[in-house]
């Protein structure tokens, strides 16, 4: 930008009143420039030295005329707004898309709560529109309009309990296509299986290298005290995180809940109804959002593979838990005899159960491996790591081809063996997208 002096500089150079010869002619104007004293020696100076004074300084005024009536100084200055993120949000249902009249009703002491044995009211997905449903959104959080340039569409609108493997390969597939058409992804899911669907989409797309950040809420966008606004608008930011300061690469599967980021696969539902109802109790949060975002950078996951995704899971798998003093035999019986394929077995502590050949679990798990079944050794404990080894019982697990390895959710261990039956050349305990 030009000072008021450069303007004024340039005005005058160009001003049809600069002063004329007899002759009519324009004359060139001199600068005389005051007398200076010389950096050494006596104020005083001769005629030939203020001479050359006077001649390098109207060289210099040629010059800086000159400049200044360039066209490039001329020209106006333009500012370029920079396109604002694509970001694609995905309404997958739960809470935050019920018919909140149908779904809920206040209590004696005024809370809204979901109506007796319904479960909430979800509106068919082939009935709403994704403008109108956009716009609602838009309406609720304005926000969301300076942050980025959204689209919406609507995969399906029901209660997560009844959203498992066939809607996770959907989701994926969705994402894949539309990876190098947006900047971002927004999920909107329920609550309740968020963390299968979040462990999923992390271990079905590893190398997207693109932020895909699933979120909720625990009340309906359209009640009052909703917790689905601002968990848009947190999850909105950490979406676009990389496009305004601090910058942050965000390359994976995240979950925004309550004002926490984290890593999808690590994520757990620990509270059915508090706004701060998810946690990653086994790794740090990637960001807190509260005044500002602070951000755990070396907490991020760095993406290193080439992307592969992967559209195939095999569902016949069970969560086992090791229950004091009961027989598995009798109470879990012959699981691959019923088709089961895969095993997340819940030990105690770092790996442990009991060893005794009467307890039966060891002749159990013998007996289940010998007939294929896949088995991870799991914890019931939710933060710690894993060291069966330690244990005879652990060690034996091992030995009969058990597998193990540092700390998972159960929610990941269960969907990962999912995806090893289906690519038998995956190792449950190698890490693929930062769950172990």
Same mark, same amino acid.
């Given at each position: ?23 009519? /002619? ?35 005024? /040629? ?77 609720? %959080? ?43 992804? %927004? ?58 300061? *601090? ?21 757990? /539902? ?9 946690? &990653? ?113 652990? &060690? ?9 390895? *540092? ?30």
């Amino acid at each position: 930008m030009l000072s008021a002096k450069h303007v004024l500089c340039c005005s005058s150079g160009n001003s049809s009143s600069a002063p004329r010869s007899s002759s009519g /002619k324009r004359r060139r104007p001199v600068v005389v420039q005051p007398k200076q004293p010389p950096i050494d020696g006596p104020e005083s100076s001769s005629a030939s030295d203020k001479f050359h004074t006077e001649l390098m300084h109207d060289d210099k005024h /040629k010059q800086h005329v000159a400049q200044q009536q360039s066209p490039a100084a001329q020209a106006p200055v333009v500012l370029i707004a920079r396109p604002l993120p694509r970001v694609l949000l995905l309404h997958c249902g739960g809470t935050m898309g019920m018919d909140a009249g149908e779904s809920f009703e206040q209590d004696l002491d005024g809370h809204q709560v979901l109506k007796r044995a319904s479960g909430g009211r979800y509106i068919p997905a082939q009935a709403l529109k994704p403008g109108s449903m956009l716009g609602e959104v838009l309406n609720v %959080v304005p926000e969301l309009k300076a942050i980025a340039d959204v689209h919406l569409r609507i995969v399906f609108n029901m209660d997560s309990s009844n959203v498992g493997p066939k809607q996770w390969v959907q989701l994926a597939r969705i994402l894949d296509t539309n990876r190098d058409h947006y900047d971002a992804f %927004v999920l909107a899911c329920g609550t309740d299986t968020l963390s299968y669907i979040a462990a999923a989409l992390s271990l079905m797309l590893v190398g997207f290298k693109k932020p895909i950040i699933i979120t909720g809420s625990q009340l309906p966008l359209a009640l009052p005290r909703s917790d689905a606004r601002q968990n848009l608008l947190d999850a909105m930011c950490c979406a676009t995180a990389a496009f305004s300061p *601090p910058h942050v690469n965000l390359q994976e599967v995240a979950v925004c809940f309550g004002g926490r980021l984290m890593r999808g696969n690590r994520t757990q /539902k620990i509270n059915s109804s508090a706004y701060q109802a998810f946690d &990653s109790l086994n790794y740090p949060h990637l960001a807190n959002l509260g005044v500002s975002v602070d951000w755990d950078v070396p907490a991020l996951l760095k993406v290193n593979t080439v992307y592969r995704p992967r559209f195939k899971l095999e569902p016949r798998v069970i969560r086992v838990p090791i229950i004091p003093g009961s027989d598995p035999r009798i109470v879990y019986g012959d699981l691959a005899g019923r088709g089961v394929k895969g095993m997340v077995l819940e030990a105690f502590g770092v790996g442990n159960m009991p060893d005794r050949a009467d307890a039966g679990w060891l002749p159990w798990l013998k007996a289940q491996r010998k007939k294929g079944v896949l088995v991870y050794l799991s914890s019931q404990c939710t933060v710690g790591s894993l060291h069966p080894e330690l244990y005879r019982s652990g &060690s034996a697990a091992l030995r009969l081809g058990v597998e193990s390895g *540092p700390q998972m959710t159960a929610e990941c261990a269960a969907v990962k063996l999912m995806l090893c039956l289906s690519y038998p050349d995956l190792p449950l305990g190698s890490p693929l997208a930062g769950e172990l």
